[in-house]
T-cell receptor
Framework: GNSVTQMEGPVTLSEEAFLTINCTYT??????LFWYVQYPGEGLQLLLK???ADDKGSNKGFEATYRKETTSFHLEKGSVQVSDSAVYFC??????????WGAGTKLIIKP | DAEITQSPRHKITETGRQVTLACHQT?????MFWYRQDLGHGLRLIHY???????NKGEVSDGYSVSRSNTEDLPLTLESAASSQTSVYFC?????????????FGQGTRLTVV
């Protein structure tokens, strides 16, 4: 089927730790891939995106690489901060330019 | 600056009442979407529109309706509110076309049906 699967949360890390949030997708073809972030009490906002295989999206120290071989788009950050605490959503575009969403991963960063 | 706004931010209503949630965007986007967000379910698409007079059902459309009379607005109506519709509702908009089209979200409406 067509879906997006991301690791369950919550993910709890200490400040300055390395972060990985896994995301895999199923689809025909090579859809655009996105990571959105939702800070407490707010709507979702785009964090980064990649539109073709091997592209790397990056923003605010976060990175994700479009891996067609493993159908993955894992989110990484080398050194997280307390302010990164939020819910992170992986998504892919479908043929109608809608977004298919993962369930979200809550990230908690402790000082 | 262009933006997308939802109102109200919080709403408490009684079972059986009709409720309308407003969504207004100044991006001049053709595409508009309504989602609900519930724990364990992520975002689920309720209805969407690709332009004026166009509306389509999403995966959880039962009990909801939308209308698109202009580019800027896509109000979501709950015809007869049920407790199962207690949720956080998000409106989003995007440009028509393009593989990397980004969706812009409102801040959400927390609806409680008692």
């Amino acid at each position: 089927g067509n879906s997006v699967t991301q690791m369950e949360g919550p993910v709890t890390l200490s400040e300055e730790a390395f972060l990985t949030i896994n995301c895999t997708y199923t689809a025909t073809g090579y859809p655009s891939l996105f990571w959105y972030v939702q800070y407490p009490g707010e709507g979702l906002q785009l964090l980064l995106k990649a539109t073709k295989a091997d592209d790397k999206g990056s923003n605010k120290g976060f990175e994700a690489t479009y891996r067609k071989e493993t159908t993955s788009f894992h989110l990484e950050k080398g050194s997280v901060q307390v302010s990164d605490s939020a819910v992170y959503f992986c998504a892919r575009a479908d043929s109608n330019y809608q977004l298919i969403w993962g369930a979200g991963t809550k990230l908690i960063i402790k000082p | 600056d262009a933006e997308i706004t939802q109102s109200p931010r919080h709403k408490i209503t009684e079972t059986g009442r009709q409720v309308t949630l407003a969504c207004h965007q100044t991006w001049n986007h053709n595409n508009m979407f309504w989602y609900r967000q519930d724990l364990g379910h992520g975002l689920r698409l309720i209805h969407y529109s690709y332009g004026v007079q166009d509306t389509n059902k999403g995966e959880v459309s039962d009990g909801y309706s939308v209308s698109r009379s202009n580019t800027e607005d896509l109000p979501l109506t709950l015809e007869s509110a049920a407790s199962s519709q207690t949720s956080v509702y998000f409106c989003a908009s995007s440009e028509a076309g393009g593989k990397g089209t980004e969706a812009f979200f409102g801040q959400g409406t927390r609806l409680t049906v008692v």
